[in-house]
T-cell receptor, first 114, second 114 residues
């Protein structure tokens, strides 16, 4: 029978341009949020996180923005490089006592064009 | 530190056979997670342990799946009997509960059931 695959949103950007990857989350009880990068054949790799009481956090070439009003998260990558090509996932973290649960979004495929 | 170590990297097995996936978390991490990644469903949390105790196994798809963590440095995910629909990449991750960015993923085990 026909199989239906997960349709990943895709984003193509020119090398050197800025990239913005968006994510909508559903759980207003999330304590914080994490962006992961997954290259082909590898596991997800931590990029940056942001606590739920923050609106913005900056790292090296990356900025995460959190809008709790509309439950929206974005990852901005400055001066995108070929090595940035990967699938990017947002994840929300809910803490319960000493345990935490990490739930991933569906991911966005970023392709950097030469 | 060698990171989270998973074995095997690839596994091809016949339907009906038992499959055991192995994970060695980062030393000192007290939380361990098993995820499954498919094109159909993305990254799904199967089960997680805190201090070697299973906290939430609601993501385990069926009784054919079982996971154990006999000590702080080793966990297994077993599928018995395996079915073609179990074909996926299985990731193990570990973290230190109090560390917000401490989720470290292994390289995954690509399972193919024929």
């Amino acid at each position: 029978g026909e199989s239906v695959g997960l349709h990943l949103p895709t984003l193509s950007v020119q090398e050197g341009d800025n990239s913005i990857i968006n994510c909508a989350y559903s759980n207003s009880a999330s304590d914080y949020f994490i962006w992961y990068k997954q290259e082909s054949g590898k596991g997800p790799q931590f990029i940056i996180d942001i606590r739920s009481n923050m609106d913005k956090r900056q790292g090296q070439r990356v900025t995460v923005l959190l809008n709790k009003t509309v439950k929206h998260l974005s990852l901005q990558i400055a001066a995108t490089q070929p090595g940035d090509s990967a699938v990017y996932f947002c994840a929300e973290v809910v803490s319960s006592g000493s345990a935490r649960q990490l739930t991933f979004g569906s991911g966005t495929q970023l392709t950097v064009l030469p | 530190d060698a990171g989270v170590i998973q074995s095997p990297r690839h596994e091809v097995t016949e339907m009906g056979q038992e499959v055991t996936l192995r994970c060695k978390p980062i030393s000192g991490h007290n939380s361990l997670f098993w995820y499954r990644q498919t094109m159909m469903r993305g990254l799904e949390l199967l089960i997680y342990f805190n201090n070697n105790v299973p906290i939430d196994d609601s993501g385990m798809p069926e009784d054919r799946f079982s996971a154990k963590m006999p000590n702080a440095s080793f966990s297994t995910l077993k599928i018995q009997p395996s079915e073609p629909r179990d074909s996926a990449v299985y990731f193990c991750a570990s973290s230190l509960a109090r560390d917000s960015n401490g989720y470290t993923f292994g390289s995954g085990t690509r399972l193919t059931v024929v």
